[in-house]
């Protein structure tokens, strides 16, 4: 891993607090940008622009050649691993990603021993992006936390409400810890195999940690992430990490707590004053502006960032969206918002 100095993100994360917040921006490479969209053209599929570090290189680093970012996040995707394990992912426009719904059998069929050759072209991308990146620009590397990959494993594709897997997870306890089992130990060593060659700081996508009660948040959301930071740590000792539980909610402090990433990301409808009031001060957190205000921009925009910088004014942030960036949000507004962040 690169060192800590001259690389404010990164810094941040291991709780340095800033004289003005980095800023990065969840699916920075992606469709509002034209030349994604050609170089996706290229790829064939998107799968296959996963898969080619040529072009997940260059798709990386197309949003820091236009804007001031303080980070580029590894262009990847989080059902890499299904898809590593032997359960193939395809993605239909329109649709988004679609897989062959796992069942118990399914799930004693999935090959863990296949799974580090699958990814060696994404850490064959790390790689190259480490060796390119300027000095100052943190990498990011990630994964999809285990509750959200199984979600997709399960339904075969996502859902608002998760039902499928939550029922699952009730019904087949024993196969459904199997399965986290499996998600726990690829994720570790998919993590620290992005480490090692080159990453500064890994995310941790728990993408669907709402509609879960106490229990299954702690069985389903918790203890998986837990583990999946132990055992990174095991190989990797202090490895940065930063976790986001997209609609933890009330849980948002004790995930932070019981799992050991060293900073949060928060989706957009969590309260400022909840970060203020129920988030340990020097806790880093990241986000969280609702991406539909950079779609809009304007004063709608304008006030929520700055609403969101005296917020977390007194404590390690890294500014970001509360959630990924969409397709149809003008270039001119993300110009905008990075001079509203380095203003202060």
């Known amino acids: 891993m690169s060192p800590v100095a ?29 030349e994604y969209r050609e170089t996706r053209k290229q790829a064939g599929n998107f799968l296959d622009l996963c898969y080619t570090p040529e072009l997940a290189v ?39 990603p679609l897989l062959e719904p796992v ?33 100052e620009k943190t990498l990011i590397g990630f994964c999809g936390a285990p509750w959200t990959v199984a979600t997709y494993m399960l339904n075969g594709r996502g859902s608002p409400d ?10 087949h306890p024993a196969a459904f810890e199997r399965l986290m089992d499996i998600l726990v130990e690829t994720s570790v060593n998919y993590l620290a195999a992005q480490l090692e060659a080159g990453a500064d700081v890994v995310q941790i996508f728990e ?12 069985r389903q959301v918790i203890e998986p992430n837990r ?5 990174l740590r095991r190989i990797i000792p202090d490895a940065p990490v930063i976790g986001f539980p997209r609609g933890a909610a009330g849980n948002l402090a004790r995930f932070a707590a019981n ?5 949060l990301g928060i989706d957009y409808s969590t309260p400022l004053d909840f970060i203020r009031t129920h988030l340990p001060p020097d806790l880093p957190v990241q986000g969280n502006l609702d991406p539909l205000r950079l779609v809009v921009g304007g004063e709608a925009m304008d006030n929520q960032v700055r609403a969101i910088l005296e917020a977390c004014a007194g404590r390690p ?28």
Do not use: C
């Open 6 to 34: 001259h690389k404010p993100l990164l810094a941040t994360v291991l709780g340095q607090r800033q004289e003005r917040p980095p800023v990065w921006i969840m699916r920075q490479a992606g469709r509002y940008l034209p």
């Open 58 to 96: 260059e798709v990386t680093l197309q949003p820091l050649r236009r804007f001031d970012l303080d980070a580029a996040i590894l262009f990847s995707d989080i059902l890499v691993i299904p898809d590593a394990l032997g359960q193939p992912v395809r993605f239909e426009t329109g649709e988004g």
């Open 103 to 135: 069942d118990v059998a399914g799930i004693d069929r999935l090959d863990r021993a296949r799974a580090a050759d699958h990814l060696a072209p994404v850490i064959e991308t790390v790689r190259r992006l480490r060796a390119t990146l300027p000095a």
């Open 162 to 171: 998760q039902w499928t897997a939550r029922r699952f997870a009730l019904e």
């Open 207 to 218: 993408s669907w940690a709402l509609n879960l009660d106490d229990a299954a948040f702690a």
């Open 227 to 231: 583990r999946i930071v132990e055992g």
């Open 259 to 263: 799992t050991g990433v060293n900073a």
């Open 317 to 344: 942030h890294i500014f970001n969206l509360g959630h990924g960036i969409v397709p149809d949000t003008p270039i001119a507004h993300v110009e905008r918002l990075i001079a509203l962040v380095k203003e202060g």
